[in-house]
Each structure stands twice: as structure tokens, then as C-alpha cells.
């Protein structure tokens, strides 16, 4: 094996397995993945990917069979293998909760008691109730966990969730969350020295990936008396960039805002007296 060469274990198809791959090529890796085949190299980085079952990829990465691995918060804790999270990535945003069926009455953790809660969370759920000393069955079930209650397998669940529908169609409501869950990229407790250099570079490109994601790009056009009262409103990586427009009277603003501000700012851009606003993706931020 090379040692120069890392390994990323990410999950072989599911939920994660589109947005893991669009990630990778987005650090501008190329792979050529051929069929079913369970591993891949990449020609322009010294990287290898492995294939698997969302669930195995702790272990594969505690035992450092991979270098890195991209999976679920979920099975990290569910696992409860030695790896290291590196990097929350953003997608696949869950939570493991614990439902009932809708018309009991629920008033905090201690309405378990007694109770029998189906799951193929065994270990969170058993660490969520130890946490709040209630005594309840763990049924520990494969798959299809929302039928439970309905078949008299048990009077509770304790399952992921993301738009709550699958509850909803099973007479289900969510009353407590165990934990909040996104995809992470982990890493294997020990990486030789060469390998961790391999590391540091994948890093810094899926964190300017990363970043670019959560920004857009914004041009304005602003009457010059309105240019402070813009800018102030922009932030930018440093400050935003003013260049004066052909119309005389006018400047051109370029800034870098965060997604998440984005209407309520172009609400007060244009109170401000901006106009023709642009907004586009960015590829890469580099910082
Ligand atoms: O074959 P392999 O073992 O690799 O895949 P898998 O079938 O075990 O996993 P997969 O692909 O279904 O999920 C992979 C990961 O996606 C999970 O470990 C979570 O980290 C994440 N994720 C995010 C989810 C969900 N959202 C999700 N909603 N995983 C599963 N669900 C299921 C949930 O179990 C329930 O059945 O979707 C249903 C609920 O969804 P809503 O939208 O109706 O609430
Ligand atoms: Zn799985």
C-alpha cells in the first residue's frame, strides 16, 4: 500500500452517497467509478475510495482500513467506535427522536417508564434513557421501525427523523429528540505523519467548498449619497469592493453574503436605495 495515498470510506448508495460524491468532485478530485466496484482511485489526488454500508464505516476507520469516512452522526454515537470528527458537513440533517402514538399523553422523559421502545438505535436510546433514569424495554428491531406500535410490538419508537411525514402517516408524534445528526466527515485515531499531510490538504479545499456553500456572491448598482449606508449593510470577506459606475453619480457594489441573511438584507439593500442586484453562487472561498 502506499503511504502517501489516503482512503475515504463513504457510504455505497443511500442518502449520504450523492451529496458525499458531489462533495469530492467539487474538491476537484476526479473519479472514475467503474460499476459496482467497491474501490476507486483518484488520478489528480492521492486518494482512494472505498465503498460500503453507511454503518460499517467507523469501524473500518477506527481499525484504519480507511483514513477518513463520511457518515451520519448517528452511527458515530450509535457505533461507538474510536474515530475522530474532523468536519461536519451540512447534509443529511436528521434527528433521532422518539415518537408515540398520537392521541397518548406525554409529559417528559419519565412517561416511559415501563414502556417498550422499539429502535435500531439500541445504544443511543439505551444511553438517552440511562441519562434520564427511566427504566423502558429497548426492542431492538431491523428496519421499519414506524409499524411497531401499530402491530403491538411496542408502545414506542425511537427512530430518524427529518420531514416527519413517515410519523404522521403512522399515527406518530415526535416527543423527545436523543440527538441532532449531520453527515461528518471522521477520521482514524492515528494517521502517520505523511498521511495527515494528505489530510490537511483535502481539508483545506473541503472547507473552502464548504464555505463558498453557505455564501453568495452580490453585485449592486447604489447611488453614491447610499454607498456608506450599503456598505455598512456588507460585510464582505474584508469590506465590499465600490467601483464607480459609466452613469455618473452611481457605484457598483461587490460583496460576499451569508445564505441564511439573504432576504432579509436584500429587503434592506433596496430600502436603502440599491438597485439592479445580482446575487450568484460561489464556487470556492478561499479564505
Ligand atoms: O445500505 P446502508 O446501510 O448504507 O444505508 P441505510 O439504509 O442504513 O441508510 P440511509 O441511506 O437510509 O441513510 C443514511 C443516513 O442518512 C442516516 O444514517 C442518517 O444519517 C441520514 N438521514 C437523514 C436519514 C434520514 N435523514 C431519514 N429521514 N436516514 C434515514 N431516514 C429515514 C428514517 O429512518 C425514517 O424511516 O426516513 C424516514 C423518516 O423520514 P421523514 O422525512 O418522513 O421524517
Ligand atoms: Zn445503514
Known sequence: MDSKRITLALQKSGRLSEDSTDLIAR???????Q???????????PLDILF???DDIPEYVSDGVADLGIVGQNIVREKGREVRVVEPLGFSRCRLSIAIPKAEEFSGPASLEGKTIATTYPNSLRGYLD????????REIQGSTEVAPGIGLADAICDLVST???LLTHG???VEVVLHSEAVLVSSPDLSSEKQKQVEELLFRLRSVLRARESKYILLNVPNESVDQVTALLPG????TVFPLAESGWSSVHAVIEEGDFWHKIDEL???GAEGILVSPIEKMIA
Open 27 to 33: 474538491c476537484g478530485i476526479e473519479l472514475r467509478r
Open 35 to 45: 460499476g459496482g466496484r467497491l474501490k476507486v482511485s483518484s488520478g489528480n489526488f
Open 52 to 54: 460500503l454500508r453507511d
Open 131 to 138: 441519562e434520564h433514569g427511566v427504566r423502558a424495554q429497548v
Open 164 to 166: 416527519g411525514s413517515t
Open 172 to 174: 406518530l408524534r415526535e
Open 237 to 240: 470577506l474584508r469590506s465590499p
Open 270 to 272: 433596496k430600502r436603502a
